[in-house]
């Protein structure tokens, strides 16, 4: 990043720029000026729209009454995306039953519309998924999702015909599911992992780098379950606050098997063998 393209960001008396983590998808800043911090998103050799979805997001998490980054700008600096946000400051562990709370606040947020999707596709750094509105949410989430993940996987190598065929049998198993299931369109955070969500110097839970849409609400829950970052405790504070349905542990497994698709589909085998195992759970 060079001293002309820093002057061409919309921030006043830049003191100090500084790379920071900001996950496997955009280069991160921290950005230091004389009246306040900024954090910073660069994707570089691409479009603004490239975060229009991101910031469309934060705004309708914060519309819905959830701590979230505020948006200052979306831009484009010599063939760079850019989104230039709020920084929050992260203070010690809070309780599980706020973030709980928090959640279960953003899922109780419906589209106005009554239908599932969004005003912008799913903008993933190897991937891109359609989200216009549809009533259904098999097709949301297991034509345009599931079944894309599964071609590019299979066009990338990445499988062998036994794995393929497996993933139809849980297909078939899923769309069985979801058909007896009634999903409601639920304002999700759509990337809902331990590293998405934080606790602020005063206590109140924040999240960020959203990839939001209308979905039924187990999606979000269900990719807490992957990786970890939530307590036992969240979880029993969120049914209380908001129940999920009968057989939402089942389903939850078909939210797991998505996310350990995206991650096959970008870093390869080391992801190979959570995706097995989750589709045989789904079997058995």
């Known amino acids: 990043m060079n001293n002309k393209w820093i002057d061409e960001l919309p921030v006043v008396q830049i003191e100090n720029i500084k790379a920071v983590s900001g996950g496997d998808v955009n280069d991160a800043y921290e950005v230091d000026s004389a009246q306040q911090k900024y954090f910073l998103l660069v994707q570089p050799n691409t479009g603004e729209e490239f975060f229009h979805a991101e910031a469309a997001g934060l705004k309708d998490l914060q519309k819905a009454g959830i701590t979230v980054p505020e948006v200052y700008q979306v831009g484009e600096i010599d063939g760079d995306a850019y989104l230039l946000i709020s920084f929050l400051q992260e203070g010690a562990r809070g309780d599980d039953r706020d973030l709980a709370q928090t959640i279960a606040k953003m899922h109780q947020t419906y589209s106005e519309n009554g239908q599932f999707g969004y005003d912008y596709p799913h903008q993933g750094g190897d991937t891109t998924f359609s989200n216009d509105w549809t009533d259904s949410w098999i097709e949301l989430f297991v034509e345009r999702r599931l079944d894309k993940l599964r071609d590019d996987i299979i066009q990338a190598n990445k499988w062998s015909q036994q794995q ?32 998405n969500h934080m606790f602020l110097t005063n206590g109140e839970p924040a999240l960020f780098d959203p ?8 999606f979000d829950i269900g990719m807490t379950t992957g990786f970890g970052g939530y307590s036992q405790s969240f979880y029993e504070a969120y049914q209380d606050i908001f129940p999920m349905a009968p057989g939402f542990e089942k389903r939850l497994a078909f939210y797991r098997l998505y996310l350990f698709m995206v991650h096959l589909h970008k870093f390869g085998g080391i992801y190979e063998q959570s995706v097995d195992q989750t589709m045989r759970d789904i079997l058995s």
């Open 164 to 195: 393929a065929e497996t993933y139809e049998q849980v297909r078939a198993v899923i769309v069985d599911e979801l058909a007896q299931h009634q999903s409601k369109p639920s304002l999700l955070h759509g990337d809902l992992w331990g590293g």
């Open 211 to 218: 990839a939001s849409f209308y979905g039924d609400r187990e």
